[in-house]
């Protein structure tokens, strides 16, 4: 029985499935390792590319955050995601995804890719307000 219901139309939002070994694994070994045996776990894409900006190596921070992205990306469709509606913050699991969405907004801003830039940030803020508070700083 659904009990609540988008009056505004809109769809409503996405809850990625966790992935409970990635996540275990995450807590103990180094994100490399990670996203070698779980490529497609964003979360582990997102703090690579922290790491490689914190180090000064834009470039890296960019290629990790695209692929996390990308990643993440296919798995909001394979969630039933239709191109838009809400990721939302609170739910872990998409936090990965809006990780790296924030992380190739700044990347893309230090190399001058401008249009790249507004429209990550952008994406970031449609998708969830939260996210794009907690992460735009």
């Known amino acids: ?3 609540h219901k988008n009056l505004l139309g809109g769809p409503g939002p996405t809850h990625l ?3 409970e070994a990635a996540k275990a694994q995450i807590a103990t070994e180094a994100p490399a390792a990670v996203a070698a045996a779980h490529p497609t776990y964003s979360l582990a894409w997102a703090l690579l590319a922290d790491e490689a900006y914190a180090g000064g190596r834009v470039i ?4 990790y955050a695209r692929t996390g992205y990308h990643r993440g990306l296919d798995a909001l469709r394979r969630a039933g995601w239709k191109g838009h509606g ?3 913050w609170s739910h872990e699991a998409n936090r990965g995804f809006l990780r790296c ?3 190739l907004a700044r ?7 401008k249009e790249e830039f507004e429209r990550c940030w952008q994406f970031l803020r449609d998708s ?3 996210a794009y508070e907690q992460l735009k700083r």
Request: charged share 25%; aromatic share 4%.
């Open 60 to 63: 890296e921070s960019y290629a």
């Open 101 to 103: 969405l924030a992380a």
């Open 86 to 88: 809400p990721v939302p």
């Open 17 to 19: 499935p966790e992935n």
């Open 1 to 3: 029985m659904e009990t």
């Open 128 to 130: 969830s307000e939260e």
């Open 107 to 113: 990347a893309a801003g230090e190399i001058g890719e």
